[in-house]
Every structure is written in C-alpha cells, then in structure tokens.
C-alpha cells in the first residue's frame, strides 16, 4: 500500500515512524517546504495524488480549505483519503471531493510513532474494504475505535489532548518534589517510573479489577494516602479536572461548528 502525506509535520511524521519497519507499506509526502526526513518527496500535489492509494491530509484546519480546493481537481476515485484534521467533518471534506470517494476520518494522537494511540475512525463508507483495510492499518499504531461523529468532540478532548492534561498533573508532581533538591532530569526519570509503574500496576489488573479497588489495594484505613484521597474528595478535584476536560471538548466543538 503507497501511502501519500499532503503536509508533513508532527503528525505525518508520528505515522511514518510507527509504521516504516512495516516493508508492505511504500510513503511519500508533498508539502510546501521539503522536509528533512529520509521519504521519497514530490514538488506539487498532483504526482503525490498519482502515486499514493491512500492520501492523508496531514495540514492544519486552517490550510485543509486551500488543499482540498487543489485534491478536487485530481480522479480520486480509486483513492482512499484519511483525514485527521480536528473539527473538520467527512461532510465538509465532500463538499469539496464528493461522496464517491472513500473517506475516513481519525482522530489520533501522537503516540502512533510508538504504536500506542487511542484512535477514533468512522469513514462515509463503513462496510468497504477500503475502510476494512484503513482499519487494520491503524490497529498497528495502537487502539483504533469506530465512532459517530459526534462523539469526536469528547473523544479529541480525553485521547487527543489527554496527554497533555496527564503531563500537567505530572507537572504538579514535579513542583511538589523540587524541595529534594535533585536535577531536574533525575526528577523526570523518577516520575516517569511511578507513571510507568502505575500504568504497569493498571495493566496487570484490569481485567480483574476496577479502578476503585485498585485505589483502595494503596489505601490503608488511617493512613497517607487516605488523607490525600479525603482532600480529593472534599475538594472536589475530580470535579474540577472534568471541567479541563469539558473546556476542551467545548472548545472542539466550537471550531467544528465554524465551517467544519
Ligand atoms: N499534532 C497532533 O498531536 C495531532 C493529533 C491529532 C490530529 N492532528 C491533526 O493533524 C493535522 C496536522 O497536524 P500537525 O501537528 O502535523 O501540524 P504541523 O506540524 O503544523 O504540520 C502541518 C504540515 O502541513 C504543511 N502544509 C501547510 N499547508 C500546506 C499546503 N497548502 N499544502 C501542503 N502542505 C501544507 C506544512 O508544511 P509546509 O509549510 O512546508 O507546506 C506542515 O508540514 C492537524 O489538522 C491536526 O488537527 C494533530
């Protein structure tokens, strides 16, 4: 399968990296400004078009517009276009390409360089093999979902922008433990082990166990980690942290209703 990058940046690049030990799979990538990565380039879109199966806008939403203006002159009609462009929906990508088209849109994040994203995917051709096909091929960057579209809003906000909130609660932990008076790249790696132990400890349970009872297995009655848990609770913190993820879901859903 050639697969084609219109745009190569973070996200095109997480992408090739995940898959380019995979020998099935050939990449090229157009953009405006050539890139220093070691994939075949193409100076205009249309060589790109005419070369790839299957054709990833890999631009900002802002720039998707332009792209697309250029994509319609190009048959597509054998290609399948992956779009994983926040806020912009499969309707607004047929407004310019048309409904015969296979299209898919994702929403990935970028943890498919090391095979681990969460990946919401709903195409406008649901029972293709196309489809079928995109699907398998990005069950091989991480977990792949299908969902409605309403539901990508949300989805962007927990699994897109997740790893951004996490790190910042990381963050937290970081300030807290200064006073040890250690380098600055030491306290990472020791955070980095309790979130590696914690995810360790989340993945070896799971199955059997809720995430409740894997709080109380910490908790001793009367003890630390219960007085923290109380001050969790009492002060409402979950709370608080659902309204970061509201403000981002919100946020999503105010750029797809701008045009998207
Ligand atoms: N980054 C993430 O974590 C993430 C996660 C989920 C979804 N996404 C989505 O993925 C898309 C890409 O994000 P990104 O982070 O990869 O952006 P980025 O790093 O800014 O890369 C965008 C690329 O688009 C190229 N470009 C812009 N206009 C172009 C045009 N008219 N023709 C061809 N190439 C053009 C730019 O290169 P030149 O200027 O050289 O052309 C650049 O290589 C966005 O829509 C975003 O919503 C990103």
Redesign the pocket.
């Known amino acids: 399968m050639k697969q084609g990058f219109?745009?190569?940046?973070?996200?095109?690049?997480?992408v090739y990296q995940g898959l380019k030990e995979d020998r099935s799979i050939e990449f090229a990538y157009?953009?405006?400004?050539r890139?220093n990565v070691d994939l075949h380039y193409f100076q205009d879109?249309e060589s790109l078009v005419l070369y790839a199966d299957v054709i990833w806008?890999?631009?900002?939403?802002q720039?998707?517009a332009?792209?697309l203006e250029?994509l319609k002159k190009s048959d597509l009609s054998e290609k399948t276009i992956i779009s994983?462009?926040?806020?912009?929906s499969i309707a607004y990508i047929e407004r310019y390409l048309g409904n015969k088209t296979t299209i898919i849109r994702i929403?990935?994040?970028?943890a498919m360089a090391f095979k681990a994203s969460v990946t919401a995917f709903r195409s406008n051709k649901p029972d293709s093999e196309k489809s079928e096909r995109i699907f398998n091929l990005l069950g091989k960057l991480g977990k792949v979902v299908k969902l409605e579209e309403d539901g990508f809003d949300l989805f962007?906000s927990v699994f897109?922008s997740g790893p951004a909130f996490i790190l910042a609660f990381i963050k937290t932990f970081k300030n807290k433990i200064q006073e040890f008076d250690l380098p600055g790249s030491l306290l990472d790696e020791l955070l980095l082990e309790l979130t590696r132990g914690t995810t360790l400890y989340f993945m070896q349970n799971q199955k059997d166990y809720s995430i409740e009872d894997l709080i109380k297995n910490i908790t001793s009655k009367g003890g630390t980690t219960q007085a923290g848990l109380e001050y969790f609770q009492s002060h409402d913190i979950g709370k608080h942290f659902e309204g970061v993820l509201d403000a981002a879901r919100n946020r999503s859903k105010e750029l797809s209703s701008n045009g998207g």
């Open positions: 219109i745009g190569y940046g973070n996200l095109a690049n997480a157009y953009a405006r400004n890139k879109m806008l890999a631009v900002k939403p720039d998707l332009g792209v250029q994983p462009v926040a806020g912009k929403m990935p994040n970028l962007t897109g």
